[in-house]
């Protein structure tokens, strides 16, 4: 019975396996070689990498991502809570425009990024609304910083509500009794968030900064419409430059430049987890 169940298992897992073999490690084992190995076949690690962070154009792309991550990441986290905490709130005085509010905060999730583009283009096109409605020329899409502040604001409308949702189901689960005995005791509505809410949600906390890490990375497709391959500088991020080294056949750097940021993401992983085992 139990090899039968083991049998089962291996079956429904199979197609993960494969498709992760195939689409994430083999790939993943091929940008670590190319990055340590010129082209032919010498192992060049420190030559590769010198080249590397001697680029301007990835030095450019290291700091506005790592911007984007810092000032959008941080922001979405702290939105997306306040208005978590709001909607719990509002869910015991008018529990039916509570769930009205649960829907609509999914609706920017399910719409396609052509047509989150279209609503950015009517907004901050040369001709768009916002110097119709100020009477000025600018064109915000492709002026820098602006076109900085556009990503973020697209970044946050995107993802959002689905951080909200995360965040209302964790407060939702923590005892009620644990809140009126904090309201006993006198706490105010600051020392609850940070003495009982913050503690109680960690792993949510760190399920919600993971993922906005991941969504970060997932906007070039509104980046790519938006401004192309070559946006100004102020919007230039890892992808842009990956995907412009991959167009000219640099293997070399845009791996260089993937393990870069796989380090990147491995070391602020590896901070929360410790961050969570000691609060745990």
């Not at 899409?141 to 909200?164: A, D, E, Q």
């Not at 992808?239 to 380090?263: H, M, P, Y």
């Amino acid at each position: 019975m139990k090899k039968k169940q083991a049998a089962f298992g291996i079956m429904f897992m199979l197609p993960g396996l494969i498709g992760f073999l195939a689409f994430v490690l083999v790939p993943l084992l091929y940008a670590l070689y190319y990055s340590a190995f010129d082209y032919g076949g010498k192992f060049a690690i420190v030559s590769n990498f010198r080249s590397l962070f001697a680029s301007h154009a990835f030095l450019v792309a290291f700091r506005n991502t790592g911007l984007y991550l810092l000032i959008g990441g941080g922001l979405i986290i702290i939105i997306s809570l306040t208005l978590a905490l709001g909607l719990f709130r509002l869910t015991k005085t008018h529990f039916k425009i509570a769930s009205f509010a649960r829907v609509s905060f999914l609706i920017p999730i399910v719409i396609p990024a052509g047509v989150s583009v279209m609503f950015a283009e009517i907004l901050f096109a040369g001709r768009g609304s916002l110097n119709a409605a100020f009477g000025t020329e600018t064109d915000w899409l492709h002026t820098s910083p602006y076109t900085f502040w556009i990503m973020v604001l697209l970044y946050l409308w995107k993802n959002f509500g689905y951080f909200v949702i995360i965040f209302f189901i964790a407060v939702a689960g923590i005892d009620s009794e644990v809140f009126d005995a904090a309201k006993c005791d006198g706490a105010g509505s600051v020392r609850t968030l940070f003495s009982i809410i913050l503690p109680q949600i960690i792993p949510s906390l760190f399920f919600v900064f993971i993922m906005s890490i991941i969504g970060v990375f997932k906007m070039n497709r509104e980046s790519f419409l938006l401004f192309g391959n070559y946006p100004n500088e102020s919007a230039y991020m890892f992808q842009n430059f990956i995907k412009n080294n991959l167009d000219n056949f640099e293997f070399s750097r845009a791996a260089g430049a993937a393990t870069v940021f796989l380090l990147f993401f491995s070391v602020l992983v590896f901070i929360m987890i410790r961050l969570s085992e000691r609060d745990n």
